[in-house]
């Protein structure tokens, strides 16, 4: 069973950037899709971007394309959210989810097939 913890949040002004890590797996084998999804108060979890662990291939949902980029470590144990001009939008509680299955769950990143979910980490952006 996987216990994922998110790390890197923080308070920042629009425009800057963070970079937010995922432990995905401390043992044994890891996921085969991690998936960076986000919460901001009196709203629905949104995908923000995943990334199919066996070869590296990352998804990502238009609101956060050009801005985000995710990268995995040679393990495939860690992944990464680089965020980049961030904006007030942006704000929310940042999750990694975990899911077993194909490249199609990482195409489509449906939260209800990410089973594992850590704890979450805070991003606030100000104007």
């Known amino acids: 069973q996987w216990h994922p913890v998110e790390s890197g949040g923080d308070s920042v002004q629009a425009g800057g950037s963070l970079r937010l890590s995922c432990v995905a797996s401390e043992h044994g084998f890891g996921p085969d899709c991690v998936g960076w999804f986000r919460q901001a108060p009196g709203k629905a979890r949104e995908g923000g971007g995943t990334?199919?662990?066996?070869?590296?291939?990352?998804y990502y949902s238009d609101s956060v394309k050009g801005r985000f980029t995710i990268s995995q470590d040679n393990t495939r144990k860690t992944v990464y959210l680089q965020l980049n001009n961030l904006k007030p939008e942006d704000t929310a509680k940042y999750y990694c989810?975990?899911?077993?299955?194909?490249?199609?769950?990482?195409?489509?990143?449906?939260?209800?097939?990410?089973?594992?979910w850590g704890p979450g980490t805070q991003v606030t952006v100000s104007s």
């Open positions: 990334v199919f662990t066996s070869d590296g291939t990352a």
């Open positions: 989810g975990l899911a077993v299955g194909d490249g199609y769950v990482c195409l489509t990143a449906a939260v209800g097939d990410f089973g594992y």
